[in-house]
């Protein structure tokens, strides 16, 4: 099992910047994926980006937020970041992380096998 742990949410204005933190814990040499996804009041849950690493490490945004958000890992600390800047109201929503094998469809909620409790995330206008 893996266990993982979301912080860093809270209320800030738009254009402004949060970091999000996913810490990991229990059997992480199973996971070579993390992603981040959202999901905002009555949508479905949507795909952020990847970070992924077998051999050299992979990373892919969705459109909505290239440019604006920068994913890295820690190896020493097990932990994902999810660095967010240039933050618009549209942004609002509770960020999820979740782990699980390399897949080609790191974009489908279903190719992950452990997901974190979610933090909120408001931008106000």
């Known amino acids: 099992q893996v266990q993982l742990v979301e912080s860093g949410g809270g209320l800030v204005q738009a254009a402004g910047s949060l970091r999000l933190s996913c810490s990991a814990s229990g059997r992480t040499f199973s996971c070579y994926q993390v992603g981040w996804f959202r999901q905002a009041p009555g949508k479905e849950r949507e795909f952020v980006s990847v970070?992924?690493?077998?051999?050299?490490?992979?990373?892919a945004y969705a459109d909505s937020v290239k440019g604006r958000f920068t994913t890295t890992r820690d190896n020493d600390n097990n932990t994902v970041y999810l660095q967010m800047n240039s933050l618009k109201p549209e942004d609002t929503a509770v960020y999820y992380c979740a782990a699980g094998s390399v897949s080609a469809r790191y974009y489908l909620t279903q190719e992950y096998d452990y997901w974190g409790q979610g933090t909120q995330v408001t931008v106000s206008s």
């Open positions: 970070i992924r690493w077998s051999g050299s490490i992979y990373y």
